[in-house]
């Protein structure tokens, strides 16, 4: 029997030591012409970044790596991959974790464990080809499993911090892969509604009060849902509802 640890067919793993950021690498790779289904991992990252110019720590014992998509699909549509996979993180810690901890999607793509982010991702799209779709998507993930840094803009924990298992970070990819392939599928046969509503059903502050800090300002309101493509709708309290495509949520509630 194969070891749990390998990559389900359509997958195929690159294993560093350490790199400065796997994205970084990944998009060498990509613009080199690698496949559809090609993963980075690396054990550490000395330059790990975040979303919005902020950075990852990236400390040994948990999960850092990047897959590179070639997605057939214009750039609009392809951000749902990102669903996919925060649904796919969702499900391969819940597996992890003990049964009554609640984890959740927090809008765009961050999971959350007992109200705290677990894991993060970071999207990278390269230019438009043929038929106006993207010629590579980067998924780039970190999944804290054995540490997590203290001083993080929105609350930090690892799966082990939460009564996890202290799983190898190459045998939680073989699992996300395989749940991420799963959602592709999904998406590729259904489209996004299926995949919607699985994010929804994980959703955090959904129905909420909560804060999205956009580039320059901070808007809040109550979540209302997750539109038809996968951005934010938030009601305000003068009766507005304000679709958002990018920002950073907070939620009140967690005490964050
Ligand atoms: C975020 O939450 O803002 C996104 C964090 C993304 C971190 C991952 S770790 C693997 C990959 N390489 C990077 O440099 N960043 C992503």
Redesign the pocket.
Known sequence: MKPISDLPTGFRLIELDSV?????E?RTLAEQGAADGTVVL?HT?T??????G?Q?V?EAGN????LILRPECPASDATQLGFAAAVAVAETAARHLPEDVDVLCKWP??VLVGGR?V????LEAGPTGKDDNLEWLIL???INIVSHPDETPFPATSLAGEGGSSVPPVELLALFCRRFAHWRAVWRGEGFAPLRHAWLSRAAGLGEQIEVRLETTTLSGTFEELDGHGALVLLQENGRHVKITAGDVFLPSAGS
């Open positions: 400065a950021s796997t994205n970084d990944a690396a990252q330059a790990g970044r975040a979303r919005r902020r990852w990236s999960l850092f790596f990047s793509n961050d982010k894991s993060g991702m970071l780039g993930i970190g």
